[in-house]
């Protein structure tokens, strides 16, 4: 099935009555699906997602393991071992091949558990970013899951709903669908009822909408024909299924560096092999063979080939420590990509507001009364602001006939949860009165005389809403109250409230409240006018909006939607990480300028740029105004995107936030998209690559702080395994080099080849001190203060220039500590007073590189900062390092171990010496340490 042709059942439904398409599915369009019969249908056709190619079994995912170079590398050892165990005999048990053959079947299991690991923790995220779809189950509205959605259920659809599958429409009102992701028309979609005559194209199917577009406007009611694989999305799914996604920058950077290390350190094993054969004089077989075994154990254990799975599992852990802060991130790498953002340009209301509009001033003609307390919690004062008392007198009659009629001229609801916190239903403008009126004592008492009658809703167009209510403390009079804009109320007003009397609305008492609502506006509050009158019964019938005049004026209220409690702090945390925040917001400009100047967005100096003014900007002008104004109100979604496309013009690398459907294209053009998890809709949290789960700005900056911290210890554990597998190879390569200047070659004079350190115990260092600590690096706390460095330049190399250094200087001390140690025990070599023999000698050294690898896991957790600083912050680090420890003790006095191993035990000394040596590599690299940091600081200065 191609996109253009449809199955036989859409076919269908696009050519037959919505209500024949109902029978035919068994579904009664009134009442949808019973969640009984909703059930058996996802049992017996499966869940409504896209199937790719078929997981790989675990038995074939564990063979997969074998597939690296470096693993046949470690076969050919193998098989080199086998064919000179057989050439000699095949006497007793082949101890190289079969230590060798444990190892790569050891790696492999852990590279197994690894993959494993990753895989679950990205799907668990997968989960919690899954779509919901509104359904008709047994007559209710039923939010669900998305992959539950069935065939016959009548989806409800609303503006910036996803749509979930392909459904056949019902009903519709208004109805546009954006559907570019199945036919590239970027203009939405007018979509109808209507039976069509003849089958066409998907664009012209306009009684049908389908799984992965999206509601741009209207509402509507679809009956699900489709679902999965069987959709048109499913088909295009089938079609792109071979595709291969494109590795992200990380991922190329961490792959371009094994390839480069890969190529040098097997160049260095062939050259190690040859000095061998020649210095040696190789001319037995047996020999060859001893050399072959080294060589390629060294290029297997030169190379970090644990990088890639290590990598997915660090990202995998930092996804999963960001849910707990309620951010969702939808793709893995983007983590990385938060540590480079440079600019957040965030919506103001919910994200950088509580959207909890607040009442806190209150105007009428005997004064003005300031109303202490943010958000829904019916909490705070209600002070004379002339007095700092609680009004008394005319005051508090005005104010409490303004709070009792605006409370009661509303559709919303406050109520108290069981926790105890107060939740809202409606819009929060109105919802701000019911929490003042509770705060001004008497006032709720007054309220509840009321019995409502009728109304006359808001719009748009009237701005203001009137209710008709019965005062039953006044044998059910009847009152028309009313509120709205203030200019718009002023207009219906004759008269004014002063004290309990009504007095003529003059041009002088007009002026007076026209000024206090400009007053107010210059503060940034929001205004609203609030009035009333009597009214006959039979005047009220019927009540309409020739009933909303002759009002009497009772005051203004100034209300705000306050900044969240840590936004503030959290905008400063960005400036200090060199992170610019930009409100962008629909708002009036004075209001987004005082809650930018509030949080510390902006100076002041640069004023609000307004939307008409975006909208006259030519690219060039957008440019140079991106980089100097931090705050747009009156703005269009569409022009977020003009915003993004400006600032990235300028290098920046931006996060962007949005909710609405028209966000979409910003989100998904900015570097970082933030969908808001409560107010968002589906588009938005498909087009991000970021959701919050709590709506809110500060979130974004620990995500950031997050991100940088990941990448830190991504650094880490590059830093450590890197410098620890150079480290390897200059023991090898120079102990051969130099065998006879340590004592090396006279340690065995009947012996006509002495190597440093065996095969196998190459490749013993590689399992146990690789996998382990790296892992531990991988989830290391902070060390270094991630948000006082400015953004990370995006064309910074992972591995820079510094730390190359570094890597090498410890590889040296590395590799020259552990020929040192070898050098101490044998006779004949450089350090006089050696008497032991070349096994004990070797494994002093051995282990000394074992114990220096694992003081290097303590250098690594900084390139400046002193290893002892927070040392025993990260106990996953420790426990790897003694786990190590107790290992390399068991390699050399477990006796079956030391046959394995070609060990030997070692008296007390000798572990003084070689913990001793191994040590040093902590204290040179302290040493390199406060020289680096003295250079900064007297570059800073």
């Known amino acids: 099935m191609t996109p253009a042709d449809g199955s036989d059942t859409e076919r269908h439904a696009v050519l037959t009555p919505a209500a024949e398409v109902a029978a035919d599915l068994g579904v009664n369009p009134d009442t949808g699906l019973s969640q009984h019969e909703a059930r058996r249908r996802l049992a017996a056709h499966g869940p409504n997602e896209l199937v790719g190619t078929a997981a790989a079994p675990a038995w074939l995912r564990f063979l997969a393991q074998f597939k690296d170079p470096l693993v046949f590398l470690l076969l050919i050892a193998i098989a080199i071992s086998l064919i000179a165990w057989i050439i000699e005999g095949a006497h007793g048990v082949p101890i190289d091949a079969v230590v060798i053959g444990a190892i790569v079947v050891l790696n492999a299991i852990v590279g197994y558990i690894q993959e494993n690991r990753a895989a679950d923790a990205v799907a668990a995220l997968q989960n919690m970013a899954a779509a919901t779809a509104t359904v008709l189950r047994d007559g209710s509205r039923t939010t669900i899951p998305a992959t539950d959605v069935v065939v016959g259920d009548i989806l409800i659809l609303g503006e910036g709903d996803a749509v979930a599958a392909d459904a056949r429409l019902g009903h519709a009102e208004g109805l546009r669908v954006q559907e570019s992701a199945l036919t590239g028309e970027a203009e939405s979609v007018d979509k109808d009822n209507r039976t069509l005559s003849e089958l066409s194209g998907i664009g012209d199917r306009t009684n049908m909408v389908f799984k992965g577009t999206a509601v741009s406007q209207g509402t509507g009611r679809a009956i699900v024909v489709a679902t999965g ?361 004075t209001t987004a300028s005082r809650i930018a100047a509030d949080l510390g967005i902006t100076d002041g100096v640069h004023p609000a740029v307004t939307g008409a003014a975006l909208q006259a900007m030519d690219e060039a002008s957008l440019i140079e105004t991106v980089k100097d104004n931090s705050v747009y109100a009156r703005v269009a979604p569409e022009h977020k995107l003009r915003i993004v496309n400006a600032l990235q013009h300028d290098g920046s690398v931006v996060a962007m936030t949005g909710d609405g459907v028209n966000d979409a294209p910003a989100l998904k053009t900015a570097d970082i998209g933030v969908a808001m998890g409560i107010t968002g809709t589906e588009v938005t949290k498909q087009a991000a690559r970021m959701i919050l789960g709590d709506d809110n700005f500060a979130t974004i900056v620990t995500a950031i702080r997050q991100g940088r911290s990941i990448f830190a210890n991504i650094k880490k554990f590059l830093r450590y395994l890197l410098s620890s597998n150079v480290g390897e190879v200059i023991t090898v390569f120079f102990g051969v080099l130099l065998a006879g200047v340590i004592g090396l070659s006279q340690a065995s004079p009947g012996a006509e080849m002495v190597i440093p350190l065996l095969a196998t115990q190459i490749l013993w260092i590689n399992l146990v001190t690789d996998t382990g600590p790296a892992l531990a690096m991988g989830v290391d706390p902070e060390v270094d203060d991630p948000m006082a460095l400015p953004p990370r330049d995006q064309s910074e190399r992972i591995i820079d220039r510094q730390m190359w250094s570094g890597i090498v200087l410890i590889g040296l001390v590395m590799g020259a500590i552990t020929l040192a140690t070898m050098d101490i025990f044998l006779p004949g070599g450089l350090i006089p007073g050696g008497t032991d023999d070349l096994e004990t000698a070797r494994t002093a050294a051995f282990t000394t590189l074992v114990f220096a690898q694992l003081f290097n896991a303590l250098n690594s957790r900084s390139e400046t900062t002193s290893a002892f600083h927070r040392l025993f912050s990260n106990r996953w680090l420790w426990g790897s390092v003694a786990l190590a420890v107790v290992l390399q003790v068991a390699v050399v006095e477990v006796p079956f171990l030391q046959t394995a191993f070609g060990t030997t035990s070692l008296d007390l000394a000798h572990w003084a010496i070689a913990v001793g040596m191994s040590s040093l590599v902590l204290w040179v690299d302290e040493i390199r340490k406060v020289v680096l940091r003295r250079r900064v600081g007297s570059v800073a200065a």
């Not at 160049?267 to 061998?276: E, N, S, Y």
């Not at 040696?280 to 072959?292: D, G, H, K, Q």
């Not at 609680?390 to 919303?412: I, K």
């Open 229 to 589: 694989m069987d959709t048109e999305m499913g088909a295009i799914a089938t079609m792109l299924d071979s595709t291969v996604s494109e590795p992200s920058p990380l991922e190329k950077e961490i792959s371009s560096v094994s390839k480069m290390l890969g190529i040098l350190v097997i160049g260095i094993a062939v050259v190690t092999m040859l000095v061998l054969f020649v210095v040696n004089n190789v001319s037995t077989v047996a020999e060859a063979v001893e050399v072959l075994l080294l060589g390629v154990s060294l290029a297997v254990a030169a190379v970090p080939e644990g990088l890639p799975a290590i990598l997915t599992v660090v990202l995998a852990i930092g996804v999963q420590k960001l849910a707990e802060h309620r951010a969702v991130v939808t793709e893995l790498h983007s983590v990385e990509t938060l540590g480079s953002a440079s600019v957040i340009c965030s919506d103001k209301t919910g994200t950088l507001t509580r959207n909890e509009m607040t009442i806190q001033r209150i105007v009428t003609s005997s004064g003005s009364v300031s109303v202490a307390g943010i958000g829904y919690a019916p909490e705070g004062e209600v002070l004379d602001e002339a007095t700092g008392q609680a009004p008394t007198g005319a005051l508090y009659f005005e104010s409490r006939r303004l709070l009792v009629e605006a409370s009661l001229a509303n559709d919303a609801d406050l109520q108290q949860a069981d926790d105890g916190s107060w939740q809202i239903i409606g819009d929060p403008t109105e919802a701000s009165f019911l929490v003042a009126l509770r705060k001004l004592e008497g006032a709720a008492d007054r309220a509840a005389d009321f019995e409502r009658r009728n109304s006359v809703p808001f719009n748009s167009d009237r701005k203001m809403m009137s209710v008709l209510q019965a005062d039953r403390a006044a044998d059910g009079n009847l009152k028309v109250m009313a509120k709205g804009a203030p200019d718009v109320l002023l207009g219906r007003c004759v008269k004014i409230q002063v004290g309990e009397k009504v007095m003529d609305l003059d041009d002088r008492r007009r002026a007076e409240v026209l000024q206090t609502v400009e007053d107010l506006s210059g503060q940034a509050y929001r205004t609203m006018g609030v009035a009333w009158r009597e009214i006959t019964p039979q005047d009220a019938d019927p009540f309409d909006e020739e009933d909303e005049s002759d009002l009497v004026y009772v005051g203004t209220v100034g209300i705000i939607d306050p900044p969240r409690d840590e936004a503030a702090s959290a905008v400063a945390e960005a400036h200090r990480a060199g992170v610019r925040t930009i409100m962008i917001t629909g708002d009036h400009p």
